[in-house]
């Protein structure tokens, strides 16, 4: 079983900057994909940013230009640079990776809060 550990979520101003980290356990390059979604209350949890083997990143419209996705497949860890992030982006963050055992099978984190506020 993967086990996913994230970090650095919190209190962030609008226009400030938050960097959040995730390591997952398991054999060192077995992942197919990374990322990071976000739910917020009352919506449905959607994509935020993903790194996917092989070097691909993918954004949500809604980020690009201000957030940036980087991990490392060796080392199963993946960042999220979250900068002049705005009060839309407060919401639950959830780390992600793929790996295929038979079929490609998601395994997530247990979550960080990020609340943008003054």
């Known amino acids: 079983q993967v086990q996913l550990v994230e970090s650095g979520g919190g209190l962030v101003q609008p226009g400030g900057s938050l960097r959040l980290s995730c390591a997952a356990s398991g054999t060192p390059g077995s992942f197919m994909s990374m990322g990071w979604y976000r739910q917020a209350p009352g919506k449905q949890r959607e994509l935020v940013a993903s790194?996917?083997?092989?070097?691909?990143?993918n954004y949500a419209d809604s980020v690009k230009g201000r957030f940036t996705i980087s991990g490392d497949y060796a080392k199963n860890t993946v960042d999220l640079q979250m900068n002049s992030p705005k009060p839309e982006d407060t919401a639950v963050y959830y780390c992600y990776v793929s790996q295929f055992v038979a079929i490609l099978t998601p395994y997530w984190g247990q979550g960080t809060q990020v609340t943008v506020s003054l």
């Open positions: 790194y996917i083997r092989g070097g691909t990143t």
